[in-house]
């Protein structure tokens, strides 16, 4: 297939956190607000003059005095965005959106906050208190807690606009880039794909890491370039893999895998577009802030989550996108003592195996997946052995 | 008016249904099994290894015979009064049990011996009450065997302590051992591999990990046994090794390591078949951690028995995040009541939290002696007790009332006294911050015997301590709500670093500790997120603070001798100090209940 025409440009913005589109973005007087988590509606962050960044370390080397402060038990996801920190490289933000979800992740916020690691001085970091479970009252006091923790405060210190017009016009814009990205998901159904998975990554994450308005136009035209770009004769994988799991932003992983032989169809994974890049509906009738809330509570495939139907929803959703998009198999990951999805991958393993009959690869990983050569290992067993299971299938 | 009793004697009444056929086929291959160990043994070196373990006694007993015989007139008379110093020797390596028991002098030998048969009869009059299916369950399950222990856990506990302490020691332990038998006999009872009492098992209400006992005060015809608490939780402060088998059944299924040992053997616990199967409903939580949360996933593939998740907020401070906390209860009571048919009772509710109340009082009378340069009440029995009478008995029990109450009368005496628990010991002040190695219960006692480091207190004992509402509704079901946030451990975890971090400096300005021990549980991510800081300040406030590695129940990861290290450089290195009873100061101790 030919190179996308924009694919380079979209590699270069997630080369630092600071990119070139969140530097326009701030020398036009926007306010950054950084977040890490899908507990964080991004849409709310995104009302008025704000935009939202989602948090991440790329190019990562040591986390050494991140370790010494977290300890080297703890995720590292978490050390890597604290070490950014610590070394400045969040200078950029006006306001750090954080949740007490992951105890991990909500240490590393604290970190960020006590350490002084922003050098703003209207910088703040907000804890909000999420829910572990989606019932009436759990909404409302999850919207009690968006608007004390972040909205509030967005509007006391920097005069925000949060009124129910600017959340419905961020709806709006956030609805119009999600319809673009899940346009382009789309393509990923096709028996011969016209993108990879690997592409398809590094264009969802610049969604989640550059200011919306700043980015649209160009993935609307990768989309028009998508819909007429002509696959090569023969598909090029050899598998097809949904991959299921906890934080990844590195598209590495995804082209690591993909160069085993696996095209990655679907990625239902923390910074994935499952959750996270469907239209918000909005009724006119109720409060907005309400139906935003109520609608990432319901979408989530957050862990967290352990009512039953939120367990079984997890499992429903992974089988649904494995047929949708055509997946020979599952690829459940987790980052490294990630504790909600070391027990959630350790038995979703099992259970999609098992009651839903789909292959399954089951693996940890480290932040930076460049250099797994083991990783590399598993990935190219898990293809031959999906390979083997459809010359058996084939042969019966 | 009749006088209360506790737990309901129907419970011990009702009809077992036990299912005789599949009793036989485990007698069966049990009786396989014994065969085939019996075939596996080498008879000749098992029989060489029985004889130097005689050898070995003989060659100790001589020992220690020549030792007193070395004894001047003034140190035998001490030692027939105040009981012995060296108390490594009750230590054999490669042997579970102690080589003996301790010698505590005339009058406290003789207070410990009567304890111990007064527990024992405790034991056989609980179990007494129905002892087939209890007898089954050791038959079908492999914890169930720890048990037989648990005077060795006792033992373990008291070493050293003598006078009122061993008293105060004994009658707390007393309470727990009590409350630990009359689970397990209802337990098996109500097990489908036991007594198979459908009719008991229809009034339990199985709580997770941890998950506090309050709530089920407000139903008095029920009963509430926390599920994980006798297969896992407690057994493995009781036997150090119980929980292997479970931590290796579940990360072979696909766990990793680093999960906290606590909701991983629960899991493994589900995994192999190791937990009763009984109960009308359970109710899962979201305390105190997020493996915990987790683990509510593997327990119900298992069972398939309707759950409640009890979640509350994790910001308590914020009291706008109460109510969400107050309907958390308030569905569980209903869903309670619909599952089992039960009403709650404000009247059973307010009488048992009353209790609770007064039990808290007790237990602030305690600190203020604590805090006092002549602290009383202090060792690991007295630290288990808090975290059970907190979260497990939590004024359910009439019986530990009065028991409380003794207890504080033989404190103050002892206060007034200016007695030393562990005589002539006192070297230190410390406290214990983080979580302690369950594989490791009584670490306190031997930095006391050893190095004379005494913990007055532990950050897991510190918790709520406002007296609950007893008259107004609603007022009372806030205060449960904020309880129940500031359960064990997540009082201190959960809630921003101010509850822990923050909170040592401030309990460190109250009780005036010169060390702080400080456990680094290794698969804990709460607390290892803080490790940095909590380094930092520390030496910013010029603090002892002493770390200790260590795997909560897996003893593979750091071993006890391992922790003991940690300490021994730091008395030496640092403090250049020298031990009070070298004979602790290193001995093998790895298979050790």
Redesign the interface.
């Known amino acids: 297939m030919k190179d996308l025409k924009h694919l380079i440009y979209f590699e270069g913005l997630l080369e630092n956190a600071n990119n070139a589109l969140v530097r326009q973005a701030k020398a036009e007087g926007k306010l950054c607000i950084g977040y890490t988590c899908f507990h964080m509606p991004e849409v709310i962050l995104n009302v008025d003059n704000c935009f939202s960044v989602r948090l991440r370390a790329p190019n990562t080397g040591s986390m050494d005095i991140a370790t010494y402060y977290m300890s080297n038990y703890s995720c590292e996801f978490c050390r890597a965005i604290l070490e950014r920190g610590i070394e400045g490289g969040y200078n950029f933000l006006d306001a750090l959106a954080a949740q007490d979800a992951c105890a991990e992740m909500n240490r590393c916020a604290e970190h960020i906050e006590i350490l002084n690691c922003v050098d703003n001085d209207k910088f703040f970091v907000t804890h909000a208190d999420i829910p572990y479970k989606v019932v009436d009252y759990t909404v409302r006091h999850y919207v009690t807690q968006m608007r004390k923790r972040v909205l509030n405060p967005l509007s006391e210190v920097y005069g925000v606009d949060t009124s129910d017009a600017a959340l419905r016009d961020a709806v709006r814009r956030h609805n119009e880039l999600c319809g673009i990205i899940s346009e382009i998901g789309e393509y990923r159904k096709l028996d011969n794909p016209t993108i990879t998975g690997y592409e398809y990554h590094i264009l969802n994450l610049v969604s989640y890491v550059c200011p919306q308005y700043l980015v649209a136009d160009k993935l609307r035209e990768t989309l028009e370039e998508i819909k007429g770009r002509k696959p090569d004769p023969k598909p090029w994988y050899r598998v097809r893999v949904g991959i299921v799991g906890s934080e990844i932003d590195d598209p590495e992983l995804t082209k690591l895998i993909e160069d085993c032989g696996a095209m990655v169809v679907f990625d239902r994974y923390c910074f994935g577009s499952t959750p996270g890049r469907e239209i918000i509906p909005l009724n006119e009738q109720e409060d907005v802030l309400t139906q935003i809330c109520r609608h990432y509570m319901e979408v989530s495939e957050c862990p967290r989550y352990i009512s039953n139907e939120k367990v079984a929803q997890r499992r429903e959703t992974a089988d649904r996108l494995a047929k949708e998009f055509k997946a020979d198999g599952i690829i459940y990951e987790q980052i490294k003592f990630c504790d909600y999805w070391a027990f959630e991958r350790a038995l979703a393993s099992h259970v999609m195996a098992e009651e839903y009959d789909h292959p399954v690869l089951s693996i940890d990983r480290p932040y930076n997946v460049r250099g797994s050569g083991q990783l590399r290992t598993r990935v190219q067993a898990f293809v031959e052995s999906l390979e083997f299971k459809r010359i058996k299938g084939g042969s019966e | 008016m009749a006088k209360e009793k506790y737990p309901n004697p129907k419970f011990f009444r009702m009809k077992d249904k036990m299912d005789w056929k599949r009793q036989a086929e485990n007698v069966a291959e049990i009786a396989e099994i014994c065969k085939e160990i019996a075939r596996e043994t080498d008879w000749k070196a098992a029989g060489a290894k029985h004889l130097k373990g005689w050898k070995d006694f003989g060659l100790r007993v001589a020992d220690e015979a020549r030792a007193v015989a070395k004894m001047s007139g003034g140190e035998r008379l001490d030692l027939l009064i105040n009981g012995e110093k060296r108390l490594g020797r009750l230590y054999k390596a490669g042997a579970m049990a102690f080589t003996r028991r301790e010698w505590r002098g005339v009058k406290d030998t003789a207070v410990d011996f009567y304890y111990w048969l007064d527990t024992w009869k405790m034991f056989l009059l609980t179990f007494g009450k129905d002892l087939i299916p209890s007898l089954n369950g050791v038959l079908n399950y492999r914890w169930m065997i720890s048990y037989f222990c648990a005077h060795s856990f006792m033992d373990k506990n008291c070493m050293g302590l003598r006078g009122e302490a061993l008293r105060m020691h004994h009658i707390m332990i007393y309470q727990i051992y009590r409350y630990v038998a009359e689970n397990i006999v209802f337990l098996n009872k109500a097990d489908k591999h036991g007594g198979n009492s459908e009719e008991l098992s229809r009034k339990i209400v199985l709580l997770d990990e941890m998950t506090m006992a309050q709530l089920m005060a407000g139903f008095p015809d029920l009963l509430g046994i926390p599920y994980q608490l006798m297969p896992v939780f407690l057994l493995s402060e009781i036997d150090q090794l119980a929980c292997i088998p479970y931590l290796d059944a579940?990360e072979s299924?696909?766990?990793?390591a680093?999960?906290?040992p606590v909701?991983a053997s629960e899991?493994g616990a589900a995994v192999i078949d190791a937990l009763p199967i009984c109960g009308k409903c359970f109710i899962?939580s979201?305390m105190p951690?997020?493996?915990s949360?987790?683990?509510?996933?593997?327990q119900?593939?298992r069972f398939k028995m309707p759950?409640f998740?009890l979640?509350f907020?994790?910001?308590y401070d914020?009291e706008?995040?109460l109510?969400?906390g107050v309907?958390e209860i308030k569905?569980c009571i209903k869903f309670i009541e619909e599952q089992t048919g039960a009403k709650w009772s404000w009247d059973a509710y307010f009488t048992a939290m009353k209790r609770f109340n007064q039990e808290t009082s007790f237990e602030l009378e305690k600190w203020d002696v604590n805090k006092t340069d002549h602290p009383q009440l202090i060792g690991p029995i007295y630290e288990l007790f808090r975290k059970w009478n907190y979260e497990m008995d939590g004024g359910l029990d009439p019986r530990v009332l009065p028991a409380m109450k003794k207890v504080n009368k033989i404190m103050l005496k002892a206060y007034r006294k200016k007695a030393e628990p562990w005589r002539g010991k006192m070297r230190h002040r410390a406290i214990v911050w983080s979580v302690p190695a369950h594989y490791y219960a009584n670490f306190s006692n031997w930095l006391a015997n050893c190095w004379g480091i005494n913990v007055l207190v532990e950050m897991e004992g510190l918790n709520f301590t406002k007296p609950l509402e007893t008259e107004d509704e609603q007022g009372a079901l806030e205060d449960l709500a904020r309880l129940y946030e500031r359960m064990v451990m997540r009082r201190h975890?959960?809630?921003?670093?101010d509850h822990v971090l923050t909170e040592l400096w401030r309990q460190v300005e109250a009780w005036r500790p010169e060390i702080v021990i400080m456990y680094?549980h290794?698969?804990c991510?709460?607390m290892?997120?803080?490790?940095?800081?909590f380094d930092e300040q520390a030496r910013e406030r010029g603090i002892h603070m002493i770390w200790i590695e260590h795997d909560l129940m897996d003893p593979r990861t750091v071993s006890r001798r391992a922790m003991r290290a940690k300490v021994n450089s730091y008395m030496t290195a640092v403090m250049r100090e020298e031990p009070l009873d070298p004979s602790l100061l290193d001995f093998e101790d790895d298979v050790t209940w």
């Open positions: 579940v299924y696909g766990l990793p680093d999960a906290c909701p899991c899962s979201s951690c997020d493996g949360v987790m683990a509510s996933s593997f119900d593939r759950t998740h979640t907020p994790v910001r914020d706008e995040t109510e969400c309907e569905h975890t959960n809630g921003g670093y680094q290794v698969s991510k709460t290892s997120t803080l490790s940095g800081l």
